[in-house]
T-cell receptor, first 116, second 111 residues
């Protein structure tokens, strides 16, 4: 059973389109995240939800809107896609903030978004 | 912004050589975590360090947390091709809401 699963794995779309990425975790974690990884591998946090409540909303264009229907799901909707949105988007989860020894973050396998 | 500075950005080694990556913070950290991301893969949690001066080992990997809890290192002894990937450290954000990742060190190993 995959602990954190994201779909789709690959997404190729045209500029201006709207797309969604879905994430589900079966670890019973109460906190979920979206990260963007650019071509230089830098992992930048975008959003964090704890028990369906938005905790972190970094400086992200408001074309990006997260939605958490329950604590096991965190989806990412992107409006009016731009070329610069091309990246790998990772979903992750943790118990609380992931600070407890030995827990850390569990990442999904990523969604490679290419905007053409 | 970024909480920890990680160096080097890239490291190319011959198989069998040792490798070290370093993370430095200007503030005292409550904990630091290390992750490995294989090419084409996702970050995988390796370890968390909490105590001042802590040293932990996982086979050929040695993790250290500095006495002042402001720096950390990951050392790999006698690298193998399976060690290839990007190694990230992560530290709590300034408001302790989440973990912030260093820029990563990309390791390549020449057989």
């Amino acid at each position: 059973d995959t602990a954190v699963s994201q779909t789709p794995k690959y997404l190729v779309t045209q500029m201006g389109n709207d797309k969604s990425i879905k994430c589900e975790q079966n670890l019973g974690h109460d906190t979920m995240y979206w990260y963007k990884q650019d071509s230089k591998k830098f992992l930048k946090i975008m959003f964090s939800y704890n028990n369906k409540e938005l905790i972190i909303n970094e400086t992200v264009p408001n074309r990006f809107s997260p939605k958490s229907p329950d604590k096991a799901h965190l989806n990412l909707h992107i409006n009016s896609l731009e070329l610069g949105d091309s990246a790998v988007y990772f979903c992750a989860s943790s118990q609380d903030r992931g600070f407890e020894p030995g827990w850390g973050y569990t990442f999904g396998s990523g969604t490679r978004l290419t905007v053409v | 912004g970024q909480q920890v500075m990680q160096i080097p950005q890239y490291q190319h080694v011959q198989e069998g050589e040792d490798f070290t990556t370093y993370c430095n913070s200007s503030t005292t950290l409550s904990n630091i975590q290390w992750y490995k991301q294989r090419p084409g893969g996702h970050p995988v949690f390796l370890i968390q360090l909490v105590k001042s001066g802590e040293v932990k080992k996982q086979k050929r990997l040695t993790f250290q947390f500095g006495e002042a809890k402001k720096n950390s290192s990951l050392h790999i002894t006698a690298t193998q091709t399976t060690d290839v990937g990007t190694y990230f450290c992560a530290a709590p954000s300034y408001n302790n809401n989440d973990m912030r990742f260093g820029a990563g060190t990309r390791l390549t190993v020449k057989p």
